[in-house]
């Protein structure tokens, strides 16, 4: 991008900040402006508000919101100039080079991963995780579950079929469950490497099931790598194209090709839809009379409007929240009659009203071909028809489908490209099993909405996910494998197809000050939505309080919002009716492998190890770079989390066990 293409964005200050807030921003841009950064070093937030004059900002929140703001841009690569109008703000150049690209993109995720590891709670976690306990007549710490790089470069050496050298299996991590080997609770054992994973660590909203690999060749079970699946990004253009179930090309394929079995399923969305929303407060309430339900009218429709919009605004103003602590025991007629859930449930019973009072006309008194036919040729019943459509799509797009938010190895594995390993045992039988049985359970915001018990699907169709890099990811590229390995059909193959490419909205590019900064802005200008990170309220909390508060600045937000990374979006679909299944056309999926238990780690195992491994392992600079992971003193382990440069000691024992299996 050259300079006369660049995009400048003019940065103001928004109406009612003070000429000492105006002034002490035009030094920072300034001083910026004029600055030479070097890339690989980040900016200091604390050091260029000193170097600004600024102070006294928790009493400027504009001030605050916005020198955090433009500090964390031009730590990703945003320049600034200053002209006589003000300061102007460009976005980064996108690179070609693959290199230099991958740096820009590891810079934004160490933004926050860096900032999060300085924090003393995780600080105290890691340590605590080092520090060596008593088990028995042994001393245990995280490094017993590492393997040292010098003993597994050797052991291949010796033995290049890896018969036994690597012996992986997977272990499906429960938040209770404690690992018998070492003590440590699972979960704690799956934190402690995902830190060690180029960004931040969070909990995701919604499902989420981690998972081990690990190697049964080493005494305590060594970690191979790490997985999650967890709940979707619920709007993905290149994957619901891919899926055929986006609206349009759905009321496409029912248009080309209506049939009795369309009909039956679009008018059996109606009556479910309606039968899962709790109306005794309705009720109760005079918002609606029973015969409302049969015959709505567009005064029915528009009092339910009406209440949403009311309880919408009580939820927004503050009161009592309260949050699902038990699912299996919780009163959901007291959930669903809190504001947020009142606001929703008006809202969507206005629109499933809305839908029978149009297409109850065509499909009754049966729902046939003929009559499907008819309603798709009426522009108003085809717009309710993709309102059907729609909602069955969000309805089921967090149960049948999953994202593999985490997968990846840890070092000495990762110089095998295990990470392939990883990747094929994540979407394993024993995993879809245990997802399965995890989440045949009551579903929170269904259950909150109809004030019962209401359970999911939990039989995936599809996981995906996404490159880390736009440049390619080595990772899922070409990573395919035999059904059969599974257990599946012969002759059919399972793996990670390229979707499509992607560039995203989000916030990695900006720390937690920052957030803190808008969110601080956005609430002192009086902002009436609050974010209450409440499972139920929406997507991504963080997202919309940094949306809140950029438009609070008045500041661009869809631009500022722009990371500027482009992601390859990969899918492993598991059943051949994945569009029928995922939308509930089809109640049964036609599975490509059944999601039960069963013990297809080492077949897995064996075939990678014969396609990627074996060739990995025969190189020299391959084994040298694995022998760079020593646990012995000095400690340098790429699988240890990097908070600091001093040396560890390893316990005498582990030591002794240590050089007695090398020699």
């Known amino acids: 991008m050259t300079d006369e293409d660049a995009k400048y964005l003019p940065l103001v200050l928004p109406v009612g900040a003070s000429r000492k807030e105006r002034q002490g921003f035009s030094r920072l841009c300034r001083l910026l402006a004029a600055t030479s950064f070097d890339p690989d070093a980040p900016l200091e937030h ?4 000193k170097a600004a004059e600024l102070d006294d900002l928790y009493n400027q929140p504009r001030l605050a919101a916005a020198a955090h703001t433009i500090i964390d841009l031009v730590d990703q690569g945003w320049t600034i100039d200053v002209d006589k109008f003000g300061p102007l703000l460009c976005p980064p150049q996108t690179h070609a080079d693959r290199e230099t690209e991958k740096a820009r993109v590891r810079r934004q995720e160490h933004l926050r991963r860096d900032a999060q590891l300085r924090q003393p709670s995780v600080r105290r976690f890691v340590e605590s995780m080092e520090r060596t306990h008593q088990r028995g007549d042994r001393l245990i710490s995280i490094f017993n579950l590492m393997r040292d790089g010098r003993e597994l470069a050797a052991s291949l050496e010796a033995n290049p079929d890896a018969i036994g050298t690597i012996r992986p299996y997977v272990q499906i991590v429960d938040t209770a469950a404690t690992c018998e080997l070492t003590g440590f609770r699972l979960h704690d054992i799956w934190r402690y490497f995902r830190h060690t994973w180029s960004n931040a660590y969070s909990t995701i909203p919604g499902r989420s099931m981690p998972i081990l690999i690990r190697d049964a060749a080493t005494e305590h079970h060594a970690v191979i790598g790490l997985a999650a699946i967890s709940s979707p990004v619920v709007q993905i253009a290149e994957r619901d194209s891919w899926m055929g179930w986006d609206t349009s090309q759905v009321l496409a394929a029912i248009g080309e090709d209506p049939t009795d079995r369309l009909a039956r399923w679009l008018a059996r969305r109606i009556e479910v839809q309606q039968g899962e929303i709790y109306v005794d407060d309705l009720l109760r309430d005079g918002v609606l009379q029973p015969d409302d339900l049969k015959c709505p009218t567009n005064d ?18 503050g009161g009592p929240i309260r949050e699902v602590r038990n699912i299996e025991t919780d009163a959901w007629v007291e959930r669903a009659e ?29 729902p046939t071909a003929a009559r499907l036919r008819r309603a798709l040729n009426d522009s108003k019943a085809r717009t309710q028809i993709g309102r059907l459509v729609r909602r069955a799509r969000g309805e089921r797009v967090g149960t049948v489908i999953a994202d593999l938010t985490i997968c990846g190895a840890v070092a000495p594995y990762n110089a095998l490209a295990a990470g392939k390993l990883v990747g094929a045992l994540a979407v394993s039988p024993t ?12 579903s929170e915001i269904a259950s909150a909405m109809a004030g019962r018990p209401i359970t999911r699907e939990a039989r995936l169709s599809i996981v995906s996910t996404t490159s880390l890099y736009g440049t390619g990811s080595s990772q899922y590229n070409r990573l395919f494998w035999p059904a059969s390995l599974m ?3 012969e002759h059919a193959r399972m793996g990670f197809y390229e979707l499509g490419r992607s560039r995203s909205f989000g916030t990695s590019h900006f720390s937690d000050e920052t957030v803190e900064a808008l969110v601080r802005l956005s609430e002192h200008t009086g902002g009436r939505v609050r974010v209450n990170s409440l499972f139920g309220e929406g997507v991504s909390p963080r997202l919309r309080k940094v949306r809140l508060g950029l438009a609070a600045l008045g500041w661009p937000t869809n631009e500022l919002l722009k990371h500027g990374r482009e992601r390859i979006l990969y899918g492993v679909p598991l059943v051949a009716n994945v569009r029928d299944y995922s939308l509930g056309i089809d109640k049964e999926p036609s599975y490509l492998i059944e999601p039960e238990p069963s013990d297809e780690g080492q077949s897995v195992a064996k075939w990678w190890f014969e396609r990627w491994g074996r060739n990995r392992a025969a190189h020299v600079h391959v084994r040298e770079s694995m022998r760079q992971h020593r646990l012995i003193r000095p400690i340098r382990h790429g699988a240890r989390v990097p908070l600091s440069t001093g040396d560890e000691l390893l316990p005498v024992a582990f030591k002794g066990d240590l050089v007695a299996r090398q020699a």
């Not at 604390?46 to 508000?49: D, I």
């Not at 029915?300 to 103003?317: P, W």
């Not at 449930?345 to 809305?354: G, I, M, P, V």
């Open 46 to 49: 604390a050091h260029w508000l």
């Open 300 to 317: 029915v429709i528009a009092r339910l409007r009406a209440d949403a919009e009311r309880h919408r605004a009580k939820h927004h103003r």
């Open 338 to 366: 809190t504001h947020l859930f009142r606001s929703k449930r008006s809202a969507l019973l206005a629109e499933t009203l809305e839908i029978r009072s149009v297409l109850g006309t065509y499909f009754a008194p049966k």
């Open 431 to 442: 995993v879809l099993a245990a997802y399965k049985a995890k989440y045949r359970r009551p």
């Open 487 to 489: 257990g599946g059909p």
